[in-house]
T-cell receptor, first 112, second 116 residues
Framework: QKEVEQNSGPLSVPEGAIASLNCTYSDRGSQSFFWYRQYSGKSPELIMFIYSNGDKEDGRFTAQLNKASQYVSLLIRDSQPSDSATYLCAVNPSGGSYIPTFGRGTSLIVHP | DAGVIQSPRHEVTEMGQEVTLRCKPI?????LFWYRQTMMRGLELLIY????????DSGMPEDRFSAKMPNASFSTLKIQPSEPRDSAVYFC??????????????FGPGTRLTVL
């Protein structure tokens, strides 16, 4: 069973702070990693994906991947109340399947 | 494009009744996925199709669940008979390619199912 683990939270940060969301995965051969954002009552939407070790930045979002330690993280700089949502980590397994396994998500609350 | 379309958005039914959920994927997408989301279990993949053919239905919880994709623009998920533990949000998602790992999934708005 390939697993993707996330702390369910909630993670509460003040407006303007950096929010750090973490995800670990069990399949060492995983190659592709995704972060989806899901607002309450809405559907998930992709915000970041990363394939290579290191950092990938997109605006206020930075995805960090460390394959040796089998974790991927999402940093949100200058957090805004509008960032309050559940963040789902998804991992493509090894073995040629590109069907991602989703974590259960971390709830983020950004308070003014 | 209108995105992935699901209907109905809300469904309330009584235990034992048949429930049919519908999905129209994004035009040109060749993969279609059905998910179920609950607080307890998170987002679970039930079944996925490639070019209208079911590829993996190992996530379908029981024989009460069935899914079809008669053509590239339509899929159904049926529960017969429904039970209260089937209450959840059911998402349909589609994607256009799985090659190279570029497999962003586009989710529909979901169907919130309540079985009394």
């Amino acid at each position: 069973q390939k697993e993707v683990e996330q702390n369910s939270g909630p993670l509460s940060v003040p407006e303007g702070a950096i929010a750090s969301l973490n995800c670990t995965y069990s399949d060492r051969g995983s190659q592709s990693f995704f972060w989806y954002r899901q607002y309450s009552g809405k559907s998930p939407e992709l915000i970041m994906f990363i394939y290579s070790n290191g950092d990938k930045e997109d605006g206020r979002f930075t995805a960090q991947l460390n394959k040796a330690s089998q974790y991927v993280s999402l940093l949100i700089r200058d957090s805004q109340p509008s960032d309050s949502a559940t963040y789902l980590c998804a991992v493509n397994p090894s073995g040629g399947s590109y069907i991602p396994t989703f974590g259960r998500g971390t709830s983020l609350i950004v308070h003014p | 494009d209108a995105g992935v379309i699901q209907s109905p958005r809300h469904e309330v039914t009584e235990m034992g009744q048949e429930v049919t959920l519908r999905c129209k994927p994004i035009s040109g997408h060749d993969y279609l996925f059905w998910y179920r989301q609950t607080m307890m279990r998170g987002l679970e993949l039930l079944i996925y199709f490639n070019n209208n053919v079911p590829i993996d239905d190992s996530g379908m919880p029981e024989d009460r669940f069935s899914a079809k994709m008669p053509n590239a623009s339509f899929s159904t998920l049926k529960i017969q008979p429904s039970e209260p533990r089937d209450s959840a949000v059911y998402f349909c998602a589609s994607s256009s390619t799985l090659a190279g790992g570029s497999n962003e999934q586009f989710f529909g708005p979901g169907t919130r199912l309540t079985v009394l």
